[in-house]
């Protein structure tokens, strides 16, 4: 199959609205009044629990692991037309047709693509400096930015040459997408979480005390 024929297959997957879906099949609501109105997982959590969430949460990640990792390693394509595939269920997920080109953040959908684009371990190092930043940040737009600045280091440090590359190429143009699907948190600075900033202010109490 073209490799255009592969980005049109990746956009579509992409732009499937599972958790819009999920939220007015199963649970009767509409996702746009629930939460902050995003049509991702994190408000089918909101909206049905723990079961459903997951469900949102899985689909979205497999909407972008499997049709770039079909095309990497069924199709064997390389290159920047693999690129372009990579992005697109981003993409799709961002700006939907399905939802009028108003789609989700594609958070769920990025740590998919980078799965099936390096078999496993990029979406792996991702999903950990992600919850890294869930956890050290206060914002989830700045814990997303904490999330692919970790895993561009990771594609420095572990990939050689060509490959790192044209790794880079993705993430550069996945990093961008990104910013702007979060593009209205970005107006609040960075903050530390509470637990982190009592910490922080108790180590510098505690130094200062030292000093008298």
Same mark, same amino acid.
């Given at each position: 199959?073209h490799?255009?024929?592969? %980005?049109?297959?990746a956009?579509?997957?992409g732009s499937?609205p599972?958790s #819009?879906? @999920?939220t007015?099949l199963?649970?009767g609501? /509409?996702?746009?009044n629930?939460g902050d109105g995003?049509?991702?997982?994190?408000?089918v959590?909101h909206a $049905?629990g723990?079961a459903?969430g997951?469900?949102?949460?899985?689909?979205d %990640?497999l909407?972008?692991?499997? !049709?770039?990792g079909?095309?990497?390693y069924?199709a064997? @394509?390389a290159?920047w037309?693999?690129?372009?595939?990579?992005l697109a !269920?981003?993409?799709?997920?961002?700006f939907s047709?399905?939802?009028?080109g108003r789609?989700g953040k #594609?958070? #769920?959908?990025?740590v998919g693509l980078?799965?099936?684009?390096t078999?496993?371990p990029s979406?792996?190092?991702?999903g950990?400096?992600?919850t890294l930043?869930?956890?050290l940040?206060n914002?989830?737009?700045?814990?997303v930015? %904490?999330?692919m $600045?970790g895993? $561009?280091?990771?594609?420095?440090? /572990?990939?050689p040459?060509?490959?790192?590359?044209?790794?880079l190429s993705?993430?550069t143009?996945?990093?961008?997408?990104?910013?702007?699907?979060?593009r209205?948190?970005?107006?609040?600075p960075?903050?530390?979480?509470?637990?982190?900033e009592?910490?922080? $202010?108790?180590?510098?109490?505690g130094g200062a005390?030292g000093?008298?």
């Amino acid at each position: 199959m073209h490799p255009f024929l592969w %980005f049109l297959l990746a956009f579509f997957a992409g732009s499937l609205p599972f958790s #819009a879906w @999920i939220t007015r099949l199963f649970l009767g609501r /509409n996702i746009r009044n629930v939460g902050d109105g995003n049509p991702g997982a994190t408000n089918v959590f909101h909206a $049905g629990g723990v079961a459903w969430g997951i469900l949102a949460l899985l689909l979205d %990640f497999l909407k972008g692991a499997l !049709p770039v990792g079909a095309a990497a390693y069924g199709a064997e @394509i390389a290159g920047w037309p693999l690129a372009l595939i990579a992005l697109a !269920p981003a993409l799709g997920h961002a700006f939907s047709p399905f939802l009028r080109g108003r789609g989700g953040k #594609a958070i #769920a959908a990025t740590v998919g693509l980078w799965t099936g684009l390096t078999f496993g371990p990029s979406g792996v190092m991702l999903g950990i400096f992600l919850t890294l930043g869930e956890l050290l940040l206060n914002g989830d737009a700045w814990a997303v930015l %904490f999330g692919m $600045g970790g895993l $561009g280091a990771h594609l420095l440090l /572990n990939h050689p040459g060509e490959e790192a590359a044209f790794l880079l190429s993705v993430w550069t143009g996945n990093t961008l997408l990104l910013i702007y699907t979060h593009r209205t948190e970005y107006m609040q600075p960075p903050r530390l979480r509470r637990w982190l900033e009592r910490l922080v $202010g108790a180590d510098r109490a505690g130094g200062a005390g030292g000093n008298e």
